[in-house]
């Protein structure tokens, strides 16, 4: 595979380098603190998380095409690892971080062997990344009141929480409101100004002036300093394929989000994405996270939706976060030993809260009540079985009711207008084309699900005819495949209309039906006399008599 390197990065011009170099500053000072946040999320120490927007920024402005596309820690995948790795070693730990460094690599490999795609629906990704919310949100709570909690589940969180209100920190529970109410009553009027960087200085100044640490509250403690060393995980071959599912549900996740936010600023912006690029580049940015002991990072949408506010068109607004990130490990992670947990419980809080997507689940339940259902489906799985475990059943949802329109796909009688069209009428026994003649138009391929429908509703309309049918038309423009089970239906189906007296005639055969009429043995069957590319020459191969006027 031959691609071109940083081609989400060149061409550049001086104007809209400098432009680039502003906004890649603002996006750091607006996202530092989050992916500092995000580490509480995925069970990592602190430090991880300004690894997450070094290399792996680097390495997907090397490889990738999008000029849009913010790669670094996200939420979805860091609560995906803490949920599926925190039985298997204590957060945090050494072989923790094994763990979590070889799911990154993994996901990497896989990412490396895929295609990007839309995996997940819209509406059971909103669902998703709502439950994802809800239990980031409730997973914070203790942190911002001061409490100690192990709970495993977020409904243990809030019973925990709930028992423990007694003991809250009021001084903890100041700061995390103050924060939280800043954050999410400026963002809107103040989009570009980085309150969550603000909040966080001024809780490190107070916690140095007056001692946070000494009335109680937790603080994050000393951050090593400097850049990360390189080296690969190591893993037992046990713990390896445990990994595998992890990294799969990671990849699945990266693609769907990172495709969509590509696609949708591409679109916005008039400019074309080269998905292979962008998949290389992916796996390179995980790569990159494993070697220098990050965990996986995203292409997050609303991490991309940032950078666009703040102006930046091409990567070098990424490569300058790196840049301002690398100053921060070199040179200021002293200060960062006095940020106190609950303001960085409560700048994550914030991140969660703008996951619960309640327009857009109103928008879902207005125009598709059946969607809605699903997506709230979604969205409790997540907080009351796992991340995990809601991908899968996303997944799975999304499949399902796509097969959905597969197995019952809109299906029709079509009668003549006088204007020489034909209208579409729903296929109700005792309607009809015209006297002796039914077209029928079916709204999907024909497999195993199907075919039944399919069989079963022909044969209705013709006993239910008002008059004997002699002709019956199928409309096959959205039948572009049939199985062998469908096949053998089609075929059984011509044996009782033979009986009945009735010619079928296929209309509207594309190449591919009719390949796999030939390949089905079923050109016989039908009779080739009787196929035909359009429904105006299926219509005028009719007698006279029964020709619709």
């Known amino acids: 595979m031959s691609l071109p390197l940083f081609g989400g990065l060149l061409p550049l011009n001086r104007k809209r380098?400098?432009?680039?170099?502003?906004?890649?500053?603002?996006?750091?000072?607006?996202?530092?603190?989050?992916?500092?946040?995000?580490?509480?999320?995925?069970?990592?120490?602190?430090?991880?998380?300004?690894?997450?927007?070094?290399?792996?920024?680097?390495?997907?402005?090397?490889?990738?095409?999008?000029?849009?596309?913010?790669?670094?820690?996200?939420?979805?995948?860091?609560?995906?690892?803490?949920?599926?790795?925190?039985?298997?070693?204590?957060?945090?730990?050494?072989?923790?971080?094994?763990?979590?460094?070889?799911?990154?690599?993994?996901?990497?490999?896989?990412?490396?062997?895929?295609?990007?795609?839309?995996?997940?629906?819209?509406t059971v990704l909103v669902g998703f990344l709502t439950g994802v919310g809800i239990q980031v949100g409730v997973a914070m709570l203790p942190d911002m009141l001061g409490l100690l909690s192990s709970?495993?589940?977020?409904?243990?969180?809030?019973?925990?929480?709930?028992?423990?209100?007694?003991?809250?920190?009021?001084?903890?529970?100041?700061?995390?409101?103050?924060?939280?109410?800043?954050?999410?009553?400026?963002?809107?009027?103040?989009?570009?100004?980085?309150?969550?960087?603000?909040a966080v200085a001024a809780a490190i100044a107070a916690s140095a002036a007056f001692g946070f640490a000494e009335q109680g509250i937790s603080v994050i403690g000393v951050i090593p300093g400097g850049l990360p060393g390189l080296h690969l995980p190591?893993?037992?071959l046990e713990e390896l394929r445990g990994l595998v599912p992890v990294a799969g549900s990671c990849a699945l996740i990266i693609l769907t989000q990172s495709a969509a936010a590509a696609r949708a600023f591409a679109i916005r912006h008039h400019e074309r994405v080269d998905e292979d690029a962008d998949l290389l580049g992916l796996s390179a940015a995980n790569a990159a996270a494993a070697l220098s002991g990050a965990f996986v990072v995203n292409g997050s949408p609303t991490q991309t939706a940032m950078a666009d506010r703040a102006g930046a068109r091409s990567q070098l607004a990424q490569v300058t976060f790196a840049g301002v990130v690398l100053v921060v490990l070199l040179f200021f992670t002293g200060p960062l030993r006095y940020l106190p947990r609950c303001v960085l419980a409560a700048v994550v809080f914030t991140v969660a809260v703008q996951l619960i997507d309640l327009r857009g689940l109103r928008n879902i339940l207005r125009e598709s009540p059946g969607e809605w259902a699903l997506a709230m489906l979604t969205a409790g799985t997540v907080p009351l079985l796992g991340v995990q475990q809601g991908i899968l059943l996303a997944m799975g949802l999304s499949l399902l009711w796509h097969l959905?329109?597969?197995?019952?796909?809109?299906?029709?009688?079509?009668?003549?207008?006088g204007s020489g069209e034909w209208l579409v009428r729903p296929p109700e026994p005792g309607t009809e084309s015209a006297p002796g003649l039914i077209v029928y138009r079916f709204g999907a391929d024909l497999f195993y699900a199907n075919d039944t429908r399919f069989t079963g509703e022909v044969l209705r309309l013709l006993a239910k005819a008002p008059s004997p049918v002699r002709w019956l038309i199928v409309d096959s423009a959205a039948i572009t495949d049939i199985d062998f089970s469908a096949a053998q239906s089609v075929r059984e189906l011509c044996g009782e209309l033979r009986e009945r007296s009735v010619t079928l005639i296929l209309a509207r055969v594309s190449p591919f039906l009719r390949a796999d009429l030939v390949r089905h043995r079923l050109i016989p069957v039908v009779g080739e006399a009787h196929i035909f590319p359009t429904l105006h020459e299926a219509i005028a191969s009719l007698p006279p008599a029964v020709r619709p006027g």
């Open 404 to 417: 959905r329109h597969s197995y019952r796909p809109h299906t029709a009688l079509l009668t003549p207008h």
């Open 151 to 198: 709970a495993p589940s977020t409904l243990w969180q809030l019973r925990a929480v709930a028992q423990g209100l007694p003991r809250a920190q009021s001084l903890a529970i100041g700061l995390s409101a103050a924060v939280v109410a800043g954050i999410l009553l400026l963002r809107r009027p103040l989009p570009r100004f980085p309150v969550p960087l603000v």
């Open 234 to 236: 190591r893993v037992p």
């Open 17 to 122: 380098a400098l432009r680039d170099v502003v906004a890649g500053v603002t996006l750091a000072s607006i996202n530092i603190p989050q992916v500092l946040g995000y580490t509480r999320i995925a069970g990592t120490p602190v430090v991880t998380g300004l690894y997450t927007v070094l290399l792996p920024l680097l390495a997907f402005a090397t490889f990738g095409s999008s000029r849009h596309l913010v790669v670094a820690a996200d939420s979805a995948t860091a609560a995906l690892l803490h949920g599926s790795l925190a039985q298997r070693a204590p957060p945090g730990s050494e072989k923790y971080m094994a763990l979590v460094e070889m799911a990154a690599l993994l996901t990497a490999v896989m990412l490396l062997g895929a295609r990007l795609a839309d995996f997940l629906s819209r």
